[in-house]
């Protein structure tokens, strides 16, 4: 199983963003998606998650800037970023709850992290 993750860069404060994941390989079901950040000498955090069913959460940070969504039939899951500031500086991961065929198993897994940069 893979998770790739789109579209990080550099974008100026106030500007706007959209993060694309999307998982491959022997998939069954997926259940929760969601996107994690971290910059350095911080642990990781929650930014935003996509449950099978259900509402999604969010970072009280992030809260009416961030949106994220979920295409199920592109086992694809995006962060529509807006408002941007400095403080959203990170490494955004991309994770997903993942029922493989072989091994029959549910675990998470990981995208390989996209840099987002917001600076003037």
């Known amino acids: 199983v893979q998770l790739q993750a789109f579209g990080g860069g550099l974008v100026q404060p106030g500007g706007s963003l959209r993060l694309s994941c999307a998982a491959s390989?022997?998939?069954?079901?997926?259940?929760?998606m969601g996107w994690y950040r971290q910059v350095p000498g911080k642990q990781r955090e929650l930014v935003a998650a996509?449950?099978?069913?259900?509402?999604?959460n969010y970072a009280d940070s992030v809260k009416g800037r961030f949106t994220i969504s979920r295409d199920n039939a592109k086992r694809t899951v995006y962060l529509q970023m807006n408002l941007l500031n400095p403080e959203d500086t990170a490494v955004y991961y991309c994770?997903?709850?993942?029922?493989?065929?072989?091994?029959?198993?549910?675990?998470?897994?990981w995208g390989r992290g996209t840099q987002v940069t917001v600076s003037s």
């Open positions: 994770n997903a709850m993942i029922l493989t065929t072989r091994p029959y198993e549910l675990r998470p897994y």
């Open positions: 390989g022997s998939i069954s079901i997926i259940n929760t």
């Open positions: 996509s449950p099978s069913a259900g509402s999604p």
